[in-house]
């Protein structure tokens, strides 16, 4: 995995911005929980 290269502001960035392409994802696990 190359989480070590982005940062916590960009997976945030890039959650957010799939839940509101695709709202109701419930099979999505929260990788920004983990890292912060």
Known sequence: ???????AEEIIQFHDR???VTPG???MPDHSA???
């Open 1 to 7: 995995m190359t989480l070590q290269l982005i940062s």
């Open 18 to 20: 799939l839940l509101r």
């Open 25 to 27: 994802v419930t099979g």
């Open 34 to 36: 983990s890292i912060i």
